[in-house]
């Protein structure tokens, strides 16, 4: 069997699941099994200042074997899987040499992988395709990205001759419940430039995402008993109710969006007669437009208002993240080398702006510009995830393209 699928098939078989309402960091304990097996991994490979601090993340420095000066790289995946879906003894199964038929898992017949709904499958055909056993997730998000770079090490680690400047590598708890990069020290990691290893389809290389502000409206209406309130009540949950019910319907929501299109979207409300709150969450690629977006929120309020003078409401703005093209647009060389990588490889490059936020997004700015890369994991967050081998195989060609061209530059 090859290293790389070896890799992969021991790291999904340890459960590494993170907890959303654990207060701990990292979220769970156990995801740092996985982090003692790599550090380990590394330091056999010669790998000397490989460790597992203190949070759960793992670093390691691979010194560089160009004598030109390089910009240091930094290579991330994360170690934790979804809540979404159980990794407790994952079973992973390898389909060799797939011929495109649906993939009906073992476990539990009912859980079929169809290229109805995976047409993917269909571009993969003669390929060797993992996927769990029916109980579980199979966890490629994102130990296909943790394989993939450990490859990598190991090829640069036992081939001298491959001119790189120095390579970071970085693996983080917590990605799944949002506080992946919490506790990273950029300075201590000490890299010039990052690529996370957590995109999907071959060739996909993704370095632009939402832009996301959280909303939250607070209404204080006038209590008073209901027996005795005619004149007086004005009731914070039917001033909630309208401002709801008021949200463009055909336009602006997430379940009518797509592609480039942002939302605004309530995701939570809370009260009683006497004051009542909804929460909203705010998204676009151009940040510009999350103004407009709220200003809209805000009319739709005002006018509501008028009708209840004696009522007040707050309108609180938080910023969430700011899309990675931002910082990027001041690095194009991060961008062309990926770019020039996928290609020398012979794959096409797929650029799609991500509907949501990367590890990436909150790194590049926290001084660490860095755009994702695909790994070939696909069906994330269930028990119908999968990766092909030779996606896998092939992202751990581009990345070592793309040490070198960094290296040439
Ligand atoms: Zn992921």
């Not at 759960?56 to 790289?73: E, F, K, L, M, Q």
């Not at 995109?199 to 027996?227: C, D, K, Q, R, Y």
């Not at 797509?258 to 151009?286: M, Q």
């Not at 695909?374 to 967050?381: D, I, P, R, S, V």
Request: net charge negative; hydrophobic share 35%.
């Amino acid at each position: 069997m090859n290293s790389l699928l070896h890799r992969f098939l021991d790291y999904v078989q340890i459960d590494t699941q993170s907890d959303p309402e654990s207060n701990s960091f990292p979220s769970t304990e156990k995801q740092k099994n996985l982090g003692k097996l790599l550090v380990q991994q590394l330091l056999d490979m010669g790998v000397a200042d490989a460790h597992l601090d203190g949070y759960g993340y793992v670093y390691a420095t691979i010194p560089a074997t160009s004598s030109r000066n390089v910009p240091v790289i930094c290579l991330c995946s994360h170690m934790d899987t979804a809540p979404d879906c159980s990794g407790e003894n994952v079973k992973p199964i390898v389909h060799y040499n797939y011929q495109g038929q649906d993939l009906i898992l073992p476990n539990d017949h009912s859980q079929v992988i169809t290229t109805e709904e995976h047409p993917y499958l269909l571009e993969k055909i003669g390929d060797d395709i993992v996927t769990a056993s029916g109980l579980t997730l199979l966890g490629a998000d994102d130990k296909a990205g943790i394989a993939i770079i450990m490859e990598v090490a190991a090829q640069l680690m036992q081939d001298q001759t491959i001119e790189h400047g120095g390579v970071k590598i970085l693996f983080t708890p917590d990605e799944e419940v949002g506080r992946g990069v919490e506790h990273v020290d950029v300075e201590k990691l000490g890299a010039d430039f990052g690529y996370t290893l957590d995109g999907g389809e071959l060739g996909s290389f993704e370095h632009e995402t939402f832009s996301a502000n959280g909303v939250e409206i607070i209404v204080h209406g006038v209590i008073a008993h209901p027996g005795s309130a005619k004149g007086k009540m004005v009731n914070a949950i039917k001033i909630i109710g309208e401002f709801i019910a008021t949200l463009p319907k055909h336009e602006l929501a997430p379940e009518v969006t797509e592609g480039l299109e942002g939302f605004v979207h309530p995701t939570d409300i809370k009260g009683g007669a006497e004051k009542a709150s909804v929460k909203l969450i705010i998204r676009d690629f151009n940040t510009a437009q999350l103004d407009i977006y709220q200003s809209r929120l805000k009319d739709i309020m005002d006018k509501i208002m008028l009708n209840y003078p004696k009522a007040r409401y707050e309108f609180k703005v938080t910023e969430q993240y700011r899309s990675m093209g931002e910082v990027l647009q001041h690095y194009p060389a991060v961008i062309k080398h990926a770019i020039t990588a996928i290609e020398q490889e012979g794959i096409k490059p797929i650029s799609i702006p991500v509907r949501g936020g990367t590890d990436g997004s909150r790194l590049s700015f926290m001084g660490l510009p860095c755009p994702n890369l695909f790994t070939g994991e696909m069906a994330l967050h269930s028990k119908h995830e999968y990766v092909s081998v030779q996606d896998m195989e092939k992202s751990v060609r581009v990345v070592l393209r793309l040490l070198q061209n960094w290296a040439g530059e």
